[in-house]
C-alpha cells in the first residue's frame, strides 16, 4: 500500500514552460486535493476534487488546471509557469464516505513536489 | 477574512518537558480542527482530531483541547523527546470539503 504518490519529486521550469503533476492514490478514497506550500504561508488549497468527475477552486487556483482522471489520480496543470509558482506541491486524499460528514475525516498527504520556476 | 494564527517563532523546550503550541483562529466557526506533523521534505501526517463540541482529546502522549469561544486550539506533547522535533500544523474546516491551514510551529526538543 503505498499510500499517496507524487512525481515528479523536483522539477526546475523556466518562466512560460508547461507541466503536469501527477499524483495517484491506492486507498481508494473518493476525495483528492492539491496544496502549495511556501515559506510562511503555509499550505493553501489550489483545487480539490471532492469526487471522481467533480473539481472545484481552492483558494489560489489561478495559473492552475486540474483533471481527476479517474478515482485514483488526479493531476495538476501549469499551462504557463511564473516565478511566483516556485512552491512545493502537495497532493492529498480523504476517504470521503457517502451520507457521513466529509470534514470529520482526516486528509492523506503525498511527499510532494519541489517546484523551481526560473 | 478567515484567518488562523499559530506561533511563526521556533518553540524549544528540554527534553521530558509539555511542549504547548497554539492554534487561535477569527471569523471562523469551524465544526472541527486537526493537528498535523511535519517533517523536513515530507508531506503533513495526521496526529489528532477534535470535533466543536468536544474539549478535550487525549493519544498517547499527545492532548489537544478546543475551546470555542476563545477561538482556540491548545496542544500538548507531554514528556518530550528529541524525535517529537518537527513542525505542527492546525487545520480548520467549516463543515465543507475545504480545510484551511495555519503556517505551522516548529517544535525543537533538545536533550
Known sequence: NAGVTQTPKFQVLKTGQSMTLQCAQDMNHNSMYW???????????????????TTDKGEVPNGY????LNKREFSLRLESAAPSQTSVYFCASRK???????????????????LLVL | SQKIEQNSEALNIQEGKTATLTCNYTNYSPAYLQWYRQDPGRGPVFLL????????????RLKVTFDTTLKQSLFHITASQP?????YLCALSPRTYKYIFGTGTRLKVLA
Open chain 2, 49 to 60: 482530531l477534535i470535533r466543536e463540541n468536544e474539549k478535550e482529546k487525549r493519544k498517547e
Open chain 1, 35 to 53: 496544496y502549495r506550500q511556501d515559506p510562511g504561508m503555509g499550505l493553501r488549497l489550489i483545487y480539490y476534487s471532492a469526487s471522481e468527475g
Open chain 1, 96 to 114: 470521503g464516505t457517502s451520507g457521513g460528514l466529509p470534514y470529520q475525516e482526516t486528509q492523506y498527504f503525498g511527499p510532494g513536489t519541489r
Open chain 1, 65 to 68: 488546471n486540474v483533471s481527476r
Open chain 2, 83 to 87: 524525535a517529537d522535533s518537527a513542525t
